[in-house]
């Protein structure tokens, strides 16, 4: 039995030694099973993720906003400008003042002598290089520019426009692109030096980097380089979330890999310059170098100081955490440690160093990159692109969106508004509008006094009573009849009633008085209200109806006998349309904020085409004009004469009934300004078109010099004699006369009276 027991155990382990190798063969197949199937699951997910990332990568990468900008200034010799206001559009470019200069961006003064050193620009009609010039001035005029490539005077330069404001895609996506052709290369290579000194040595994920950035980051006591490389920024920032986990390292590594294969160093480079995130603004993230100097520094990358760019640099690494506005220390020192590394890899000389570690952080208010401030302007422009380009898709590839702001008076209108409104009552509310009247176009739009905020428009949108801003409308009306009407024609103001269903209207004088028959022009100058309602009975309302129709109105309004005194709701922008056709010697423009529409790459997309409509005769425009510059000399508009010594105005107050707005429009020989003062509930104000609009017009135009206006004499209109008793023209030798325009071919002689 001894042997029998013995023998039992020796069988079982022999047994079970049989299926070990059974055993591991079906685990090491199964392990090549499941290996196979991760191989091939890997192989198809890298299938998608090429194909993914071809597809983003080589087709349009990014969305780019609409780029808005205001006009460029045009320098010719006579221009009305001052060395002033120059400089002032110089410095709003961001345009360095010094005394030698030596690159674009720059300027100097010297006596009444400005040299600028324009930076090169895509402007509408072509790309300009970069070109010096010295511009000199005789008062307020430019007298003579002197081109130093050229050698000689030209008649023409201009400086490139401001950046008005970045109409963002829905993305929220802010950028401007830039070519790796004009990246500096100091820039480039102080962003390899810190970021990826091996970039053009790695194939898109590099090991001795992560060593490298360890032993750094180990010597220095604290994290002053990142392991990952380029391409690997470029892949998290366009591809993947900014979770930190170990399927998005993966991730981000295999794509890497992917874009390196696919792809050239150049292209992977010019990619991560426009894509890497570099600051927020608002709610709009700020992506790319170009549009990062312009937000820290306000101006091109081929600008930056080494202490500036080597701030963007530092930046890079956490814009968050090295907010420059926000943690100033930390972001200096981070700056400092870059331009050390640099100098270590003399990127810097040691007196450019020592110069760039003692410099501040030198970086702009936030938003100042923009000028758009101005939101009410920049509602006319947005109103206006959507009429002319009507494809999202069109919008969110980029453009150059070129208007006729004039960056200077929008800040004089603003400033005007804010100022004013400021001594006066609190729950006042303005607008204004400034045009270009020759050229149909507007220069300013205020729309109320909290001029930095979007809100509601009320120089496009507030439809108001106008007052007696519809006078000239009337008598433009009466004077387009020379056979009937004359600056000279005699008006009745006596006593009027006119019948109606509440008890009939007696229209009164402002101040309440008659004066029996007074002249035409007499009547307008003054604002006399019962010769204007006489005169607009004889017309009738249908040729009040006539003329705003011939002025521009789009709209019909509903007219009643109180029209004649201004009981017309109309807003700022549409008076301005009327008032830029009696400026403009009875030639319409519709008014506009828009001159062009180019893609990124200078396409053009739109270019405006003035159509010029000769509305109104030009001799019975003249003569208008000539009845409202008597207004600003010696009617209700005379204060004009005593603020602004031998400058001529011509225009209009305008009051509602009740007081419950305040109107004024008037124009130089270039601008015409409208202002609207008043409550938006309605209530009364207790200002008149004296007493409140004009003194904004006043103050807008002690900003921005007045150009005195000046009208030829019409072929068909000359000087003559008018009787002051009958009001018809008589000899030039009868006594007891008026000396006024007239309408030779239209006028008829009388005996002497």
């Known amino acids: 039995m001894t042997q029998k027991q013995s023998r039992t155990p020796r069988k079982k382990p022999a047994a079970k030694n049989a299926k070990r190798p059974q055993f591991a063969r079906q685990m090491l197949w199964l392990a090549l099973k499941i290996g196979l199937v991760l191989l091939l699951t890997l192989f198809i997910y890298l299938i998608y993720l090429d194909s993914k990332i071809t597809t983003l990568f080589s087709s349009h990468k990014w969305q780019f906003p609409a780029q808005v900008y205001a006009r460029s200034l045009e320098l010719i010799p006579g221009k009305s400008l001052t060395q002033k206001q120059l400089v002032s559009e110089l410095d709003l470019l961001q345009y360095r003042a010094v005394n030698k200069i030596n690159g674009p961006g720059q300027y100097s003064q010297s006596g009444d002598k400005v040299t600028v050193f324009r930076r090169a620009f895509q402007f509408a009609d072509g790309y300009d290089q970069e070109e010096a010039f010295t511009v000199s001035f005789a008062g307020q005029r430019v007298h003579n520019i002197y081109d130093h490539q050229l050698k000689k005077s030209v008649q023409k330069a201009r400086i490139e426009p401001q950046l008005v404001q970045h109409l963002v895609s829905s993305e929220q996506e802010d950028r401007e692109m830039v070519t790796l052709a004009d990246m500096p290369d100091h820039i480039k290579e102080a962003l390899l030096t810190i970021e990826d000194r091996d970039f053009y040595q790695h194939h898109g994920v590099s090991v001795w980097s992560v060593v490298r950035a360890f032993w750094a980051n180990l010597m220095a006591g604290r994290t002053v380089q990142g392991g990952s490389t380029l391409t690997q920024q470029l892949a998290k920032n366009m591809y993947l979330t900014a979770d930190k986990t170990i399927i998005r390292k993966v991730n981000e590594a295999l794509i890497a890999l992917i874009l390196d294969y696919r792809y050239s160093k150049d292209q992977i480079l010019e990619a991560y310059l426009n894509e890497i995130f570099i600051g927020q603004f608002h709610n709009n993230a700020v992506h790319g170098f170009a549009l990062g100097s312009k937000f820290y520094f306000g101006k091109p990358l081929d600008e930056l100081l080494p202490e500036e760019y080597a701030l963007l640099v530092a930046i890079v690494k956490g814009p968050s955490y090295y907010d420059p506005r926000r943690f100033g220390a930390r972001a200096k020192d981070r700056r400092d440690l870059v331009l050390k590394m640099l100098h270590n890899e003399q990127l810097l000389s040691d007196a450019d160093y020592q110069r760039a570690v003692s410099k501040p952080l030198a970086v702009i208010p936030m938003g100042h990159h923009l000028k758009g401030r101005s939101p009410s302007y920049l509602d006319a422009v947005k109103r206006e692109l959507k009429e002319l380009v009507t494809d999202t898709a069109t919008i969110e590839e980029g453009m150059k969106i070129f208007t006729y702001m004039d960056p200077q008076a929008q800040l004089a209108a603003e400033h005007t508004v804010k100022q004013r ?333």
């Open 421 to 753: 409104l400021s001594e006066l009552d609190s729950k006042l509310e303005a607008a204004m509008v400034v045009t270009d009247y020759q050229a149909g176009s507007y220069k300013a739009i205020v729309g109320g006094k909290a001029v930095h905020f979007a809100g509601y428009n009320r120089a496009l949108d507030a439809r108001r009573q106008i007052g007696s801003i519809v006078k000239p409308v009337l008598y433009l009306q009466a004077l387009s009849k020379p056979n009937q009407f004359s600056l000279a024609t005699m008006l009745d103001d006596s006593p009027i009633h006119l019948k109606g269903n509440q008890g009939g209207w007696s229209p009164q004088n402002f101040d309440k008085k008659f004066r029996g028959q007074v002249t035409l022009i007499q009547a307008l100058s003054e604002s006399l209200n019962v010769p204007t309602v006489r005169l607009g009975l004889k017309l009738g309302l249908p040729a009040l109806q006539d003329g705003f129709k011939r002025l521009g109105l789009e709209r019909e309004v509903k007219l009643q006998p109180s029209a004649f005194l201004g009981a017309v709701e109309l807003t700022p922008a549409e008076v301005a349309q009327l008032y830029q056709v009696i400026a403009n010697k009875g030639r319409y423009i519709k008014l506009a904020s828009i001159e062009s529409i180019t893609k990124t790459d200078g396409t053009m997309l739109y270019q405006r085409r003035n159509i010029v409509q000769q509305r109104v005769t030009e001799d019975a425009d003249y003569l208008l004009q000539y009845a409202m510059q008597q207004s600003t000399r010696s009617g209700t508009s005379k204060t004009l004469a005593n603020q602004f010594a031998g400058i001529r105005f011509a225009g209009k107050t305008g009051t509602s009934s009740d007081h419950k707005d305040s109107w004024f429009t008037g124009f130089e020989h270039e601008s015409s300004v409208t202002v609207w003062l008043g409550r938006d509930d309605n209530k009364p104000i207790g200002l008149t078109g004296g007493s409140g609009a004009l003194t904004l017009f006043s103050q807008y135009f002690r900003m921005v010099p007045p150009n005195s206006l000046f009208r030829a004499i019409p072929p068909d209109v000359t000087l003559g004699r008018f009787s002051a008793i009958t009001g018809r023209a008589v000899a030039d030798d009868c006594d007891g006369t008026l000396l006024l325009p007239k309408v030779v071919s239209a006028t008829l002689l009388t005996d002497c009276e």
